[in-house]
């Protein structure tokens, strides 16, 4: 069964960085496309990175970033370890919510929700002065 179980949340100040992990079980990592997601008290679901799976990677950069935090966040895959990463920097307020990885079988990610198959419970990030 496939599960995924993400960690490293917490309180920040602005101009701060994270690093969120998400520990994947029940499939070959590398054969998904896997994306992590955010979503702020009484606002939507929204996409802040992706990536592909190695097929599509390997042909190229195999990664998307909401505009939001392009040149922020880095979005990455380690596969002897089961676990995609999540490297958060310069965080702002607006950062703030309940961070979600997610799975799907397909080659492609995107940065659509519903594009996803299988979900991690979250993990909280506060930033604030």
């Known amino acids: 069964q496939v599960q995924l179980v993400e960690s490293g949340g917490g309180s920040v100040q602005p101009g701060d960085s994270l690093r969120l992990s998400c520990a994947t079980s029940g499939f070959t990592l590398d054969d998904y496309a896997i994306g992590w997601f955010r979503q702020a008290p009484g606002k939507e679901r929204e996409g802040v990175a992706c990536?592909?799976?190695?097929?599509?990677?390997?042909?190229?950069?195999?990664?998307y970033y909401a505009d939001s935090v392009e040149g922020r966040f880095t979005i990455s895959r380690d596969i002897a370890k089961n676990t995609v990463s999540l490297e958060m920097n310069s965080l702002q307020p607006d950062d703030t919510g309940v961070y979600y990885c997610?799975?799907?079988?397909?080659?492609?990610?995107?940065?659509?929700?519903?594009?996803?198959?299988?979900w991690g419970q979250g993990t909280q990030v506060t930033v604030s002065s």
């Open positions: 997610a799975a799907t079988s397909t080659a492609v990610a995107t940065l659509f929700p519903s594009w996803y198959q299988h």
């Open positions: 990536i592909s799976n190695k097929d599509v990677s390997s042909k190229n950069t195999g990664t």
